[in-house]
T-cell receptor
Framework: AQSVTQLDSHVSVSEGTPVLLRCNYSSSYSPSLFWYVQHPNKGLQLLLKYTSAATLVKGINGFEAEFKKSETSFHLTKPSAHMSDAAEYFCVVSAGGGYNKLIFGAGTRLAVHP | NAGVTQTPKFRVLKTGQSMTLLCAQDMNHEYMYWYRQDPGMGLRLIHYSVGEGTTAKGEVPDGYNVSRLKKQNFLLGLESAAPSQTSVYFC??????????FGPGTRLTVT
């Protein structure tokens, strides 16, 4: 069975410092993995996706994530945080099946301080 | 190209009342989904549809019904609202095996 665990419920960084949001997954086959971002009172926006091509995936707004099969991880990083990055981030794994089932992590709330 | 839209954005219901949430997408996607989002629980799938005229139950279907009479629309109904259905509801759509695109959400309060 597929599952996803976001290791931090809250992360706080200063503007201009690196961001690391951690995600571990469990899957019985080679998964598709996604990171979504949700700004306050907004819908979910796709940041990036891994679908068994390059293991280092670049997304929008300077974010990237690295798929590490040996560690079953898909951590999200950004070299320099911006105030506008403050939001909730969801790591998501595709469970496959006949209807493209997605399994969501519980979310990590990122706070960015001046 | 509006993507995925949801109507209404906010709604307050009294216990026992009914309502329908409308989701529309203009991307010609086959698959559509209804989720609810509650604090600390991520998103949970209520119902989904893999094509016009088809619907199926997700993780938390009790108390909800859905219909997909047209490919571009997916309706979520609450026949008799309960306080436990206070939540934010998101609709999404996708091609068969790709990422899902989400609407802006409907914030529902049941008193």
């Amino acid at each position: 069975a597929q599952s996803v665990t976001q290791l931090d419920s809250h992360v706080s960084v200063s503007e201009g410092t690196p961001v690391l949001l951690r995600c571990n997954y469990s899957s019985s086959y080679s998964p598709s993995l996604f990171w979504y971002v949700q700004h306050p009172n907004k819908g979910l926006q796709l940041l990036l996706k891994y679908t068994s091509a390059a293991t280092l995936v670049k997304g929008i707004n300077g974010f990237e994530a690295e798929f590490k099969k040996s560690e079953t991880s898909f951590h999200l990083t950004k070299p320099s945080a911006h105030m506008s990055d403050a939001a909730e981030y969801f790591c998501v794994v595709s469970a496959g099946g006949g209807y493209n089932k997605l399994i969501f992590g519980a979310g990590t709330r990122l706070a960015v301080h001046p | 190209n509006a993507g995925v839209t949801q109507t209404p954005k906010f709604r307050v219901l009294k216990t026992g009342q009914s309502m329908t949430l409308l989701c529309a997408q203009d991307m010609n996607h086959e698959y559509m989904y209804w989720y609810r989002q509650d604090p600390g629980m991520g998103l949970r799938l209520i119902h989904y549809s893999v094509g016009e005229g088809t619907t199926a139950k997700g993780e938390v279907p009790d108390g909800y019904n859905v219909s997909r009479l047209k490919k571009q629309n997916f309706l979520l109904g609450l026949e008799s609202a309960a306080p436990s259905q206070t939540s934010v509801y998101f609709c999404a759509s996708s091609l068969s095996r790709y990422e899902q695109y989400f609407g802006p959400g409907t914030r529902l309060t049941v008193t």
